[in-house]
Every structure is written in structure tokens, then in C-alpha cells.
């Protein structure tokens, strides 16, 4: 069974300093997964997912992950964070049958920027 | 604009009032799906429908039902709410890539609907 597993429900950083957000993941074949965030009072909106066409992916806002597969790993980072970064993040894994699928949620890691 | 809309944004109920939540995409997707976040926990699957009058049981369905009529809307329904369905609901559709996967694609969502059931 596929899932996922935030490490931080929260991480706070200051404005200008670099961002991580971690997640680890557990496939039983070579999963497809996405980061979202979601800001407050909003839906959720795709940062960028990985398709295995490259390990290292980059999404929108200056964000990108890297795929490590020996570590089941998808962090999410970001070189320097911005006021407007604040928000909650997910970390996904796409789990799918011929029947159908759904996404997998982490639990999430609500992002603090300070000032 | 490529959008998913749900109605109502907002909902104050009261036990074992029957409540329709309408989702609607203008994307031509053939997936549809309706999750429900619940603090901590994440955004879990309660219905999802891979085409027309095809739906078929997400990991929580107890309480729902769904239909899809249509390919372009997918209503989520609550015959009889009771307080632990409170939470904030968000309808998502896709569509296959080329090769008819869904696996890599992403899923759009819409902004959600805040259910309260007194």
C-alpha cells in the first residue's frame, strides 16, 4: 500500500532563509508523487510533481524537490523564503488500479515565515 | 477559465437535514473525486467516479452517496448528516494523459466547502 509521511507539522523560518519540508514515502512500485499547498481560507493548488523523468523537479515560486529513491524520499525546498511561502503543504503520492485510484495526503507541514 | 466550482462555500446544518454539495468542472474530465480534510489527518477519498454512471467507494463513504450523471458534475450527497461530518470538503477532477494513465497526472481541485452539522 502506498503513503506517505510528513516529518514536521510545522517549521517556521525567517524571511530570506532557505526552506525544507520533508516527506518520506512507501510504494510498492515506483509511485508518482506531487507536492500541493494549500494557502488559508483557499484550495489547493499543485507546486509540482515528479514523473520520473528526472529526480530533481522544480515547481512554481522558486520551489523544486528531489527524488531519492535509496531513501524514499521527496523533500521540498525552496533557496530563500518569502512572506507570501506561509501556507500548509501536502505531500502526495497518486495511488491507482484499473479500477481507479485516488491521491494519498500526508498529514501536512504548516509553513510560519517570519519577518 | 479551467475551473472546478463548488456549491454552497459555506454550510451551517443540523442533524438529519438531507444536503446536496454540487461539484462542477468545465474541463471535460473524465475522473471525479470528493475528499474531506479533517485536521491532522490530511485530505482522505470519500467517492470517486472514473466516467459517466461509474463511482465507485473512496476510504471513508460511510454516510455519503454520489452520482454522475453528467461528465461534468459530480454531487455529493448527505442523506442524513450527523456532527462528525463536520469538516471541509474539496471535489477534484483529472483527466488521463496520453496513453490513458491517470497516475502522474495532477488532480485540480476546487476551493472547498465548509460543512457544519449541529
Known amino acids: 500500500a502506498q503513503s506517505v509521511t510528513q516529518l514536521d507539522s510545522h517549521v517556521s523560518v525567517s524571511e530570506g532563509t532557505p526552506v525544507l519540508l520533508r516527506c518520506n514515502y512507501s510504494?510498492?512500485?515506483?509511485?508518482?508523487l506531487f507536492w500541493y499547498v494549500q494557502h488559508p481560507n483557499k484550495g489547493l493548488q499543485l507546486l509540482l510533481k515528479y514523473t520520473s523523468a528526472a529526480t530533481l523537479v522544480k515547481g512554481i515560486n522558486g520551489f523544486e524537490a528531489e527524488f531519492k529513491k535509496s531513501e524514499t524520499s521527496f523533500h521540498l525546498t525552496k533557496p530563500s523564503a518569502h512572506m507570501s511561502d506561509a501556507a500548509e503543504y501536502f505531500c502526495v503520492v497518486s495511488d491507482w488500479t484499473n479500477q481507479g485510484g485516488k491521491l494519498i495526503f500526508g498529514q501536512g507541514t504548516e509553513l510560519s515565515v517570519k519577518p | 477559465e479551467a475551473q472546478v466550482t463548488q456549491n454552497p462555500r459555506y454550510l451551517i446544518t443540523v442533524t438529519g437535514k438531507k444536503l446536496t454539495v454540487t461539484c462542477s468542472q468545465n474541463?471535460?474530465?473524465?475522473?471525479m473525486s470528493w475528499y474531506r480534510q479533517d485536521p491532522g489527518l490530511g485530505l482522505r477519498q470519500i467517492y470517486y467516479?472514473?466516467?459517466?454512471?461509474?463511482?465507485d467507494k473512496g476510504d471513508v463513504p460511510e454516510g455519503y452517496k454520489v452520482s454522475r450523471k453528467e461528465k461534468r458534475n459530480f454531487p455529493l450527497i448527505l442523506e442524513s448528516p450527523s456532527p462528525n461530518q463536520t469538516s471541509l470538503y474539496f471535489c477534484a477532477s483529472s483527466t488521463p494523459l496520453a496513453g490513458g494513465t491517470f497516475s502522474y497526472n495532477e488532480q485540480f481541485f476546487g476551493p472547498g466547502t465548509r460543512l457544519t452539522v449541529l
Open positions: 467516479s472514473m466516467n459517466v454512471e461509474v463511482t
Open positions: 474541463m471535460n474530465h473524465e475522473y
Open positions: 510504494s510498492s512500485y515506483s509511485p508518482s
